[in-house]
């Protein structure tokens, strides 16, 4: 069962008596900047099943279609484009107060970092969508220049260096997950004396977990998203309406300023 939702004017006092937010972000913060989720009613996977094949390392591994439309899939992706949102400037805005202990994002889109947040304070636990990855020997570089390759015709650049498979620096499921990268955000999740979960369906693990670690640590824990979570029955405010609107508001914003 849902808690009671309290006013905003209850998660603005909250964030004003903070000194330790962590902040948890799924793709529903970067909806209003246009790019799609994956579960939400618009979400990739809710319209068409089948591209969660796209997310997945053994069928990226295993099958050179899938490789070739992932590639056709990156040059047109919304992040090259996208501009921060309202809600990515109210988090920028507490990190201006000195609010901010750490911004763990599940998001690949680098928006956190284009709004205007330290890339030290953001916690990328799946990765990023701008840095390319070499499956065999580990080489990264820059995402524009591999798609450089793809406008020229590679329909599936190989690795410069091995030869081996490329693939955007983003976690797929079937990938492991960078242990020292998810202790981190877990240590700062349990440091946090109020947790904002916004825009995300908390259905991915272990990260998801942050959200109860939080709370068992003595948090308060806030959760702003459309559709009901599994953890809302323990967060101490759950505030639906568009995180473009909510943020600014619990923020206590007058105007916003978009990047
Ligand atoms: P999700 O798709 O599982 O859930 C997003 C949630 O946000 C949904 O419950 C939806 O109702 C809510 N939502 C969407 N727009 C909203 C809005 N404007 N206001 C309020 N609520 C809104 O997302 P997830 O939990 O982040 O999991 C998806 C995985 O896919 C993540 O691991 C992430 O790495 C990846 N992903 C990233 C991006 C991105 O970088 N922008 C986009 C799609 C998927």
């Known amino acids: 069962m849902s808690s009671p939702e309290p006013p905003i004017a209850s ?84 990190e201006r107060r000195g609010k901010l202990h750490a911004l763990i994002t599940q998001n690949i889109d680098g928006l956190h970092q284009k709004a205007g947040n330290s890339p030290e304070r953001v916690i990328e636990v799946h990765g990023t969508v701008h840095t390319v990855v070499c499956l065999s020997c580990g080489w ?45 955000a877990m240590q700062c999740a349990a440091e946090a004396d109020l947790l904002l979960s916004i825009g995300t369906s908390l259905q991915v693990y272990p990260i998801a977990g942050a959200v109860p670690a939080a709370k068992h640590a003595g948090a308060r824990v806030v959760i702003v998203n459309a559709e009901p979570t599994p953890f809302d029955g323990i967060a101490d405010a759950v505030l639906r309406d568009s995180i473009g609107e909510t943020l600014p508001r619990i923020v206590g914003m007058s105007a916003v300023p978009l990047a």
């Open 140 to 184: 990264k570089g820059p995402m524009q220049a591999t798609l450089d390759r793809v406008r020229s015709g590679e329909s599936d650049p190989p690795c410069g260096h091995c030869g081996g498979i490329l693939k955007s620096d983003t976690i797929s499921f079937g990938q492991a997950l960078a242990p020292a990268v998810i202790d981190r």
């Open 11 to 94: 998660v603005r006092a909250w964030i004003e008596d903070a000194r330790r937010i962590v902040i948890l972000t799924g793709a529903g913060i970067s909806t209003e900047s246009g790019i799609p989720d994956f579960r939400g009613p618009q979400g990739v996977w809710t319209k068409d099943p089948q591209a969660e094949k796209l997310s997945n390392i053994h069928y990226y591994v295993a099958d050179p279609e899938i490789r070739r439309k992932s590639w056709r899939a990156r040059l047109a992706h919304p992040a090259w484009t996208a501009r921060p949102n309202a809600g990515h400037a109210a988090i920028v805005e507490l």
